[in-house]
């Protein structure tokens, strides 16, 4: 995959703070952002399906108690 140059401008200390984490993972930081913004760009979605799941377990019974009777032709 051809790469881009990309620049950015942050402070000292989330300079620092990136050159630490990447340091300790054994990586560069430039392989370090990389793969945080490959993660969050993946994980956005899965986390809204998985919260969105988790409020339909939550109130899968007010949804049930209101729409059931009518979904099943009822009302």
């Known amino acids: 995959m051809a790469k881009t140059q990309l620049n950015v401008r942050v402070d000292a200390a989330t300079a620092r703070a990136a050159?630490?984490?990447?340091?300790?993972?054994?990586?560069?930081?430039?392989?370090?952002i990389?793969?945080?913004?490959?993660?969050?760009?993946?994980?956005?979605?899965?986390?809204?399906?998985?919260?969105?799941a988790d409020f339909m377990r939550q109130y899968e019974s007010v949804f049930a108690e209101e729409f059931g009777a009518e979904r099943e032709g009822r009302r």
């Open 19 to 32: 050159r630490e984490r990447a340091l300790e993972r054994g990586m560069s930081v430039n392989r370090y």
């Open 34 to 52: 990389e793969e945080l913004v490959r993660q969050d760009a993946g994980e956005t979605g899965q986390s809204f399906v998985e919260a969105a």
